[in-house]
């Protein structure tokens, strides 16, 4: 992402942005904030305190899910249709034959 498209995203000019990047002030919290979930991770993470999100942690499927382009957030949704349809006719037929 460009510093013009993040800006447009959190309302700021994008010369603030690269003022931020360049150390040539300090980031307010509010922008680290804002920062943070227009990119779907933690603001600890932002800051350097902790790893990227654990892929294996199933409350961080959001964050992950942000970090996708377009073209792969329409396949995971296709594939969470998949595997609805795939449960609901899996519980039919349980409730239909029974144990």
Known sequence: MTQSELAKLIGISQQE???YENGEVKA????IIDLANCCGV???????????ANENDP???LSLYNL???NNKLR???RIQ????LQDSRTQKYKKDGP
């Open 17 to 19: 942005i690269s003022r």
């Open 28 to 31: 307010p919290i509010n922008y």
């Open 42 to 52: 933690s603001v600890d993470y932002i800051l350097g305190r902790n790893s990227r």
């Open 59 to 61: 409350d961080n499927i």
């Open 68 to 70: 996708l382009d377009k």
């Open 76 to 78: 995971i949704l296709e």
């Open 82 to 85: 998949t595997l609805l349809e």
